[in-house]
């Protein structure tokens, strides 16, 4: 089955689960989202700037020559 088809499955399971069902769910999303913004408040505040402007650069050029 395509990718559409399986995401319309899982939207069907996930519309079917009680609220109880999918509060764990919720939960680890919360807990992972947290874990997530630290990291990344992490890595922002120690990179050196002129490397986020040479990926900058690169994923801007690449993004040119990917999109047509």
Do not use: M
Request: glycine letters at 2%; proline letters at 3%.
């Amino acid at each position: 089955p395509s990718v559409t088809v399986r995401a319309k499955e899982a939207a069907n399971v996930w519309n079917n689960l009680t609220e109880h069902e999918k509060q764990a769910f919720k939960d680890e999303s919360s807990g992972l989202r947290a874990e997530y913004e630290k990291k990344r408040e992490e890595y922002f505040s120690n990179v050196d700037p002129e490397i986020l402007k040479e990926i900058n650069k690169c994923a801007c050029f690449c993004a040119y020559f990917s999109s047509g």
